[in-house]
Structures are given as structure tokens and as C-alpha cells.
């Protein structure tokens, strides 16, 4: 169909704007990836998306349409990390630290049958500049359990957006949906959601891809926490809620930064704190529920700390 029936379906006002159907939105996307439609065509269509808010339907056409592109490995007992792509400025990325816990939690507790981690990460994207996924994962040696995903090669034709993405300098239905793409074929999945109704969103979004999901209110969108939270499951169509305070688990942790950098990251990583190790460990604790190891966080960490 010809592009600009799309944009007219997103940008001709209130009265008239309408949401594209499945067929519509994967067919536009497509459009977008395979650069069918000028670049000036793509960003007023992702715009005008943007301001009319995307509906469910037209969030999954958009995931939907992504599976064409995507080249999948195997690593089925895995947890995938669903970051953002427009980084961390408050506090550092824990991922290598929670990954080498759980490697000698496992070796430790042979009866516990051990699964890998699997992120995902690419350039920066908008709406903020934070230190990226990619930054930390390609900057150190990763433990043999934890797997990096770079977009530029899993999925060329949505990294290849990056330089449209900056001059839009906006969220687009995209930075919802490349949360969990899912390139290992995980059967476990944590994402972050910092506003609740986009909780079911989410499950309803990306919670068929995986055997267990995990949707907590981590730190600045992503699935590492670093305060008090809360986090949902759901089972049975229902989705429950639990909150969990740092207080109660003898945590206690206060710094925060005005804009971490890399090296601070990685210095952080080489020589963590106490309180900054315990909160490694509460995220290991959190992926061990994830996986269904442990059915209680609190219970996972006491395992955890021996």
C-alpha cells in the first residue's frame, strides 16, 4: 500500500487519525526497515504516531514485523535483559556483576539447574543520552553466562534507523517494542515499566514469547533496581503485585550520580562496594525468580548470601 496512506491514517487531527490495523502497521514498519519510503515520509509517520498513541494492535504489528529481520541463536534457559536503548545517567549497569554471582551460585548448587543471561544493545537511542548496554558490554571480558547481543548485527535494518531515531530526538513506537526482542529465543524474560497500565501492556505485548515474564519498576526504565520496588507476574491471566524494600533485606544504599561514565561503570564493576555487591546480588536473586528457580525474592536472596 502507498506509504502516505499510512501517514494520512496518523496526521490529518483528531476527528479524522485512526489506528492502522495489524496488516497495516507491520506493512508500514516494513516500509520504514527496507527504506521504501523517504526518510522525511518515515519521520512524520513515526511522529504523528507518537502523538496519536500507538494502540495495542498497531505495537504488536510493529513487533510482529521485526521477525522477518531478526537472525535468532538458541540459548532456551535464558533470562532476557530488557534495557533501554537510550541508557543509564543515575546509576551503573550491575548485568556482569549479577551474572558472575549466579555463575558461582550455581557451581555451588548443583541441584538448582543454572541458566544464562542475554542482553541486548546498540547505540544510543533517544529520548535521553545515558551510558548504553553496548558501552559496558563491549568495554570488559563478560563472564561464559551472559551473552551480548548487538543489534547492528542481529537486527542491521532497525540499528541502521539510529541516525533518523537522533534527528526525531523523541520516543517512537520503537522504543517500547525493541525492549524484548528475544534474538537467543529465551524462555525468560525481565522488563522494566515505570508507568502501571504499561504493565499489562506489556504482558500483553511480549508475555507469548516467553514461559515466565517478569515486569518490575526498576531504575530509569530499566530491570535493574537500585531502591524499594515493585514488580508484577502473571499466571493464569491474572497479574499479580509484589513490592519488596531494601530495608527489609538489611540493604542499604543511597549514592546516585549526575550522569555516570563509562569509566566510573567500570571501575564500579571492578571494585563494587558492600552495599553495591548486596544489590548485585538482589538482582541475581530477582532473575532466580524469573526462571522459576525461586518462588519468593527474598527467599532467593537468602540462598544467595549463604
Known sequence: MSFFTYIKAVATGPKS????????????????????????????????????LESNEELKGCLDSF????????????VELGFSYDGKTDQPFLFPLTAKILKEFFEKNRTIKPFDLVISGD?????????????????????DNLHFFDRANYFKELS????LRKKLYMRTIFNTVEKLLNPAHSNYAITSAFHK????????????????????KGDEGNPEVFDDFKYWMKKDDEITEQSLTLGS??????????????EQNLELLKNPSDALMELAQLNAAILLVVAQRFTHVKEAYTHIKG
Open 17 to 52: 487519525n485512526r489506528d492502522l490495523t495489524h496488516n497495516e502497521i507491520k506493512d508500514a514498519i516494513q516500509q520504514i526497515l527496507e527504506n521504501q519510503c523517504q526518510r522525511e515520509q518515515a519521520a512524520a509517520f513515526l511522529m504523528c504516531l507518537r502523538v496519536k
Open 67 to 78: 521477525d522477518k529481520y531478526i537472525n535468532r541463536v538458541n540459548i532456551p534457559q535464558s
Open 123 to 143: 547505540l544510543e537511542q533517544p529520548a535521553k543520552s545515558g551510558l548504553t548496554v553496548k558501552e559496558v558490554a563491549t568495554s570488559i571480558k563478560l563472564p
Open 160 to 163: 541502521q534507523l539510529t541516525p
Open 197 to 216: 497500565p504499561y504493565v499489562k501492556k506489556y504482558f500483553d505485548l511480549f508475555g507469548s514469547q516467553y514461559e515466565n515474564m517478569m515486569i518490575i
Open 249 to 262: 533485606l538489611g540493604i542499604n544504599y543511597s549514592q546516585t550520580y549526575e550522569k555516570i561514565t563509562l
